[in-house]
């Protein structure tokens, strides 16, 4: 049977680290695991002799888990259980969350709670917060919860931006407050919107009830950070222990690197991947390079000559006012002989 190499595996691309020696060593490391990267995996060694190919016959089985909060017990008394499809490896340290605030203890995958009326719980894996569990309500279907849109967000600088949120709680509560925040310490909170690095820079919308939108307007590269929101009602308060929205923010940079002989490729660089796989604009001596026909000036590359003496700038589209400063595509160096 013909074996695949995983590092030509476009499902993996990106997430695959070899940090084998050839020599003994053949560890491999898969990153962002997703449930269906479970399989058998094994190591295939080839040498310069003839029929020196060498495949281990076992190899090594994972399974990918999530986690999943699941509640028994009675009226009075409840248990919650940390669970997962397998057994994690290492005997792991539990973590608990109430309302999305970290709880001291236990450390166990079981917690005992008897006071959980409008509250919600989640579960994590020490050294792995960020891939804690769904929160789940121990009674009804309405508890305290927030949602991010989005994880990540990576904007340009100068630019708007919206970082919302859905949130729940029980119909008995009333939301007394709301806030975004990127700072906490001991559990004190500080509103952006009294924030003076973010004065006449920040606003609050809504368009139900249930959504909050944070919009950062002029964006500087010192916002990049993480974002959260928190709400308070008469009876409780969501904590800050979830994680929220990632924000990077990044300028547009224009690199020349050879191409084909006589060519160069002009690449309009940022430091984070832009949200919204946007289309991107060319400009030559000022001037925006336009086919409507073609998909040459809408990519982030393109190809000049080397002896071109023009200068290029790149922006993103409906971002124009925020383009790249120009570059020269420098010479091809000649030599000449007498």
Not at 39 to 65: C, H, M, N, W
Not at 186 to 203: F, H, I, M, Q, W
């Amino acid at each position: 049977m013909e074996t695949e190499d995983l590092g030509q595996n476009p499902e993996y691309a990106g997430r695959l680290v070899y940090n084998g020696d050839k020599k003994k060593d053949c560890t491999l490391r898969i990153t962002d695991l997703r449930e269906r990267d479970s399989a058998i995996y094994k190591f295939r060694l080839l040498t310069d002799q003839e029929g020196g190919t060498f495949t281990g016959k076992l190899g090594v089985p994972l399974s990918v888990t999530g986690l999943q909060v699941k509640v028994t017990g009675g009226h009075q008394d409840k248990t919650l259980t940390c669970s997962t499809t397998c057994t994690l490896t290492d005997n792991p340290t539990y973590i608990w969350y109430k309302n999305g605030q970290h709880i001291n203890k236990p450390t166990s995958h079981q917690y005992s709670v008897n006071n959980y009326f409008s509250a919600s719980y989640s579960c994590a894996v020490k050294g792995h917060e960020d891939h804690h569990s769904p929160a789940v309500c121990v009674v009804g279907e309405s508890c305290m919860n927030v949602t991010y849109t989005h994880q990540s967000i990576c904007a340009l600088k100068g630019s708007t931006v919206d970082i919302s949120c859905f949130y729940t709680h029980p119909s008995w509560h009333n939301v007394t407050e709301v806030s975004w925040f990127n700072k906490w310490e001991s559990g004190v909170t500080k509103d952006l919107s009294l924030n003076p690095e973010y004065a006449d820079r920040v606003e609050y919308h809504r368009q139900t009830e249930k959504d909050s939108t944070l919009r950062i307007t002029d964006l500087r590269e010192s916002d990049s950070t993480e974002y959260k929101f928190r709400f308070t009602s008469g009876k409780a308060r969501w904590g800050y222990s979830f994680p929220g929205t990632t924000l990077s923010v990044t300028g547009l940079q224009v690199k020349v690197t050879p191409a084909a002989e006589g060519q160069k490729t002009l690449t309009c660089s940022t430091t984070c991947t832009l949200t919204d796989n946007p289309t991107y604009i060319w400009y030559k001596n000022g001037q925006r390079l336009d086919e409507p026909t073609s998909q040459q000036y809408s990519s982030n590359t393109l190809v000049v000559l080397g002896h071109s003496v023009d200068s290029y700038s790149c922006a993103v589209e409906h971002h124009e006012d925020l383009h790249s400063p120009a570059v020269y595509a420098p010479k091809n160096p000649s030599v000449s002989v007498n």
